[in-house]
């Protein structure tokens, strides 16, 4: 059974662990700081009994400091002379600790609280693990036919059945010499077989099928194809190459190059043998 949570419980649990670290790290600051006030409290209160206070010299802030047990406020802690609250009450010597926020911190036991900002990234962590696998569960699942290129209607029969098994019938194909573009399916068939193409010669043909006379320049296909490709000119050498072994045979076309600047798909006539096809090649610079 997959264990599954919520978006909401995700934040949720995340919030409360990651407030709790928070909270505990701030008492801990606390803490610390009422214990180091009550050390130097305690310090002043111990000089004040020893020494005599008329007036304050260096054997009298030794005497103090000395007198303080955590040994981090011996370089930080310091006296002041506090005013009256009073007009007519006298000064009164107060010691003070000298701590930053830093200090706290430094001097504070935090493993509570770094336990709790532990366990709310560990959650954050699994969260996105879970979600992650749920995605990849959901991506690879089956598509429906009609919006892969993967599954095609292995014949031209089929593509063209009228009402059978409840599919409604296809609509009509564009013929160029042997070949049949199914464009509900943007599918290729030469007679009665799928012809396998890949996405971008696929996209290539379905190009030349649209446009008039199908002939397409240089530029218009390497803009349509490789939108951000500065130069695709050896690109568009590969493609054409790899398309003309594919498609010019079986299909009884070519595609021809017409002055070094356009492509276009011509119908062979009937008859025509293998010598004459590369003699016109020739002439007309075909790749």
């Not at 008329?54 to 000395?66: G, K, L, M, P, S």
Request: charged residues 20%; proline residues 4%.
């Amino acid at each position: 059974m997959r264990f599954k949570v919520s978006q909401f419980t995700a934040v949720a649990v995340f919030s409360f662990l990651t407030t709790i670290s928070i909270v505990a790290g701030i008492d801990s600051m606390l803490r610390t700081e009422r214990r180091a006030q009550y050390d130097v409290d305690r310090a002043l209160a111990m000089t004040i009994g020893t020494c005599q206070l008329d007036r304050i010299d260096t054997d009298t802030i030794r005497t103090y400091r000395n007198n303080i047990t955590i040994e981090f406020l011996r370089d930080t802690a310091f006296l002041a002379l506090a005013a009256g609250e009073k007009d007519g009450d006298e000064t009164r010597l107060t010691a003070h600790t000298g701590l930053t926020l830093f200090h706290l911190w430094q001097l504070s036991d935090q493993r509570a609280a770094g336990a709790f900002a532990a366990l709310a990234a560990l959650w954050l962590l699994l969260s996105f693990a879970f979600s992650g696998y749920r995605l990849q569960d959901t991506d690879t699942s089956p598509a429906p036919a009609a919006a892969t290129s993967e599954i095609q209607p292995s014949s031209l029969s089929d593509a063209f059945s009228s009402e059978r098994n409840g599919h409604p019938a296809a609509p009509q194909g564009i013929f160029l010499g042997n070949l049949t573009y199914v464009e509900a399916r943007r599918s290729f068939y030469v007679g009665n077989t799928l012809i396998h193409l890949t996405p971008m010669q696929r996209n290539l043909m379905e190009m030349f099928m649209s446009a008039p006379d199908h002939t397409l320049s240089h530029q218009e296909i390497c803009d349509r194809i490789w939108p951000r490709k500065p130069d695709a000119s050896a690109t568009l050498y590969t493609l054409m190459r790899r398309l003309k072994n594919v498609i010019e045979e079986p299909a009884a076309i070519r595609i021809n190059c017409i002055r070094g600047e356009a492509y276009q798909l011509v119908v062979l006539p009937l008859g025509i043998n293998d010598t004459e096809i590369g003699e016109e090649i020739s002439q007309q610079n075909i790749i």
